[in-house]
């Protein structure tokens, strides 16, 4: 599994494909949103467009 070997530091790290957020067992990636009322974009447009979202 590629994404086994993230390190975090806190439950949500920014990754080249996408979010990852810690869980119990594996992180789960993220490679798309969808905010209410939005288009579907991609995880790195979200975290340029939406960055006081994810602080």
């Known amino acids: 599994d590629k994404f086994s070997n993230i390190k975090f530091s806190k439950d949500i790290k920014f990754v080249p494909s996408g979010l990852a957020?810690?869980?119990?067992?594996?992180?789960i990636v993220?490679?798309?949103?969808?905010?209410?009322?939005?288009?579907?974009?991609?995880?790195k447009d979200a975290i340029n467009s939406y960055a006081e979202f994810f602080k």
């Open 30 to 43: 993220i490679t798309h949103l969808q905010f209410p009322g939005k288009q579907i974009i991609s995880s």
């Open 21 to 27: 957020f810690k869980t119990k067992d594996k992180p």
